[in-house]
């Protein structure tokens, strides 16, 4: 996935970064500690 343009590979990044944020959310619900187990 190369972009082309400055804009392009703005875009890419603001991608990505919802995709980590979407991460992020899921790697914090299974966390331990979280819950008692």
């Known amino acids: 996935m190369k972009a082309k343009t400055l804009e392009e590979a ?5 991608t990505l ?4 944020h979407d991460l992020a959310e899921d ?3 299974i ?3 979280e819950d008692d187990e």
């Open 27 to 29: 790697a914090r619900q």
């Open 10 to 14: 703005r875009e890419d990044m603001e």
């Open 31 to 33: 966390q331990p500690g």
């Open 17 to 20: 970064r919802g995709y980590i």
